[in-house]
């Protein structure tokens, strides 16, 4: 079965510094998010990609992040200077249609911050 | 403003057993409502999904959940739990603004297994 991947599971990174998670959406999708999960938290929805756009991006994504599809198969997300306050699990998905039959989710990538 | 409870943070069974997971939503128009599950190291894994027609759905694993609008419920079902079912599991609804879906989730129930 298809599957979305995320690397790496788990990073550490000091505050300030710039991190980026990596997802590789399935192939064939044209839709892309990223969620995270603050420890004992919610999934909480970041942003949604579509056709090298973004589509929605809540509160959350503030300046400090920013998203992109580099090539036909990558799609990243990017913290530019990070906070303690960002240290979750990141999720990524994708789906064939705009969302509304669900999503694919990838396994994760725990960011820590220092 | 659309939001999902689960007013069970951790629930207990033996295996064998009967299982109902609630998830109440608030949302003003007919909405789309997903249960995830997540085990422990994966990622969020689709379990069913309504949103519209017949009230009663069927999912994988041998889960069901029924949508009643009356009571904005949308009840996770097993009627015999196995040891493998011990996971989170996540009620969500889909919200859509910009012709993308965004889901908004509850904060979940975490399910163990009694053997």
């Known amino acids: 079965e298809p599957e979305v991947t995320q690397t790496p599971s788990h990073q550490v990174t000091q505050m300030g510094q710039e991190v980026i998670l990596r997802c590789v959406p399935i192939?064939?999708?044209?839709?892309f998010y990223w969620y995270r999960q603050i420890l004992g938290q919610k999934v909480e929805f970041l942003v949604s990609f579509y056709n090298n756009e973004i589509s929605e991006k809540s509160e959350i994504f503030d300046d400090q992040f920013s998203v992109e599809r580099p090539d036909g198969s990558n799609f990243t997300l990017k913290i530019r200077s990070t906070k303690l306050e960002d240290s979750a699990m990141y999720f990524c998905?994708?789906?064939?249609?705009?969302?509304?039959?669900?999503?694919?989710f990838g396994s994760g990538t725990r960011l820590t911050v220092v | 403003a659309q939001s999902v409870t689960q007013p069970d943070i951790h629930i207990t069974v033996s295996e064998g057993a009967s299982l109902e997971l609630r998830c109440n939503y608030s949302?003003?128009?007919?909405?789309?409502l997903f249960w995830y599950v997540q085990s422990p190291g994966q990622g969020l894994q689709l379990l069913l999904k309504?949103?519209?027609?017949?009230?009663l759905v069927q999912g994988i694993k041998g889960f069901e959940a029924e949508f009643k609008r009356s009571q904005s419920s949308f009840n996770l079902r097993k009627p015999s739990v196995h040891w493998s079912d011990a996971a989170e599991y996540f009620c969500?609804?889909?919200?859509?603004?910009?012709?993308?879906?965004?889901?908004?989730f509850g904060t979940g129930t975490r399910l163990k297994v009694l053997a």
């Open positions: 309504y949103f519209s027609g017949d009230t």
């Open positions: 998905a994708s789906s064939e249609g705009a969302g509304g039959s669900g999503y694919t």
């Open positions: 192939s064939n999708h044209l839709y």
């Open positions: 969500a609804v889909g919200t859509s603004t910009s012709g993308t879906y965004k889901y908004i």
């Open positions: 949302y003003g128009a007919t909405p789309y």
